[in-house]
């Protein structure tokens, strides 16, 4: 006795097959965020645990614990919600609020001052020991001078970037920031902004001051990797954190946030190099085929 297969488009019982249209995530044009709500789920270098990603009301990114926790377990100084896509610091009279990562982060010291946060913080810390047991977490490496560089390489890992006139602390060296867009396989986009085709910037040493309107810290200078000079436009494709291929089709959403954070050389002192960063010569297409041609 042999069994027939059932038709295609029927369950075995031959019941019809309800194919249910995927809908793709698409942003509003009159939304405040242009980031979808699917892809800003990330993880923290610092710890390994798990956050949100949400613009703030000042359009800084802000980042959120994933789950929400009861009022009455978060101090009102503490509470978050968030609205339309945007996160407010404060609570929105529900029985339910959002907490910044910050507060909870096991590898930042906070003051003892909260205790009705130390059990989740506590928790949190535990599963960062289990990550690093467990190999998939590291924890990160933060050389204090360029000296503690290999072979006296100075390449800073997070350069401090100036552009449209204001100076940020970037997330990672100039020629590794990746674009933040969403490809048409819902991916993040894997090129850089830094392209042999857009102009490049150009490292300069300048006092280690913020902007206008703060005092420089005395008799120090700082390597700032200056965009000032490219065209207007240029500036504002790298604000935004988008290649090239990119910035000329803006219908494309973000799948995730920039990573520039205003610089302040009191806070991220750690990070002023007062040396330029050594250049790279990379070979040319001849070079490269002298030495394939060696024996």
């Not at 892809?39 to 710890?47: H, I, K, M, V």
């Not at 029985?95 to 982060?105: D, K, Q, S």
């Not at 309107?213 to 988008?242: H, I, K």
Request: net charge positive; proline share 11%.
């Amino acid at each position: 006795m042999r069994s027939t297969p059932p038709p295609s488009g029927r369950h075995w019982d031959g019941t019809p097959v309800t194919v249910h249209a995927r809908r793709s995530l698409r942003v509003a044009p009159d939304g405040v965020t242009r980031l979808l709500r699917f892809g800003q789920s990330d993880r923290c270098r610092d710890c390994g645990n798990r956050f949100e990603w949400y613009h703030g009301i000042n359009q800084r990114p802000v980042r959120l614990h994933p789950h929400e926790l009861p009022v009455a377990a978060v101090p009102t100084s503490c509470r978050w919600h968030v609205s339309s896509g945007v996160a407010h610091p404060a609570g929105d009279g529900s029985g339910w609020c959002r907490l910044e990562h910050a507060t909870l982060c096991p590898a930042h010291y906070t003051s003892p001052s909260v205790p009705e946060l130390a059990g989740l913080r506590r928790r949190l810390a535990i599963n960062t020991r289990r990550m690093i047991d467990a190999g998939t977490f590291t924890l990160p490496s933060t050389p204090q001078d360029n000296e503690a560089m290999p072979s006296g390489v100075c390449r800073p890992p997070r350069p401090v970037v100036e552009l449209l006139y204001v100076r940020y602390l970037a997330a990672s060296p100039v020629d590794e920031i990746q674009c933040v867009a969403q490809t048409r396989r819902r991916r993040r986009c894997s090129s850089a902004l830094l392209t042999h085709e857009a102009p490049a910037g150009a490292w300069r040493l300048v006092p280690a001051t913020a902007g206008a309107g703060q005092l420089a810290l005395p008799n120090a200078v700082m390597a700032v990797y200056d965009l000032t000079r490219l065209p207007y436009a240029e500036q504002l494709r790298w604000r935004s954190q988008r290649c090239p291929q990119h910035a000329a089709t803006p219908s494309a959403a973000d799948l995730a946030v920039a990573d520039w954070e205003p610089f302040d050389p009191l806070i991220h002192h750690e990070h002023i190099h007062t040396r330029l960063p050594d250049r790279i010569r990379h070979p040319g297409p001849a070079e490269r085929g002298r030495k394939a041609a060696r024996p």
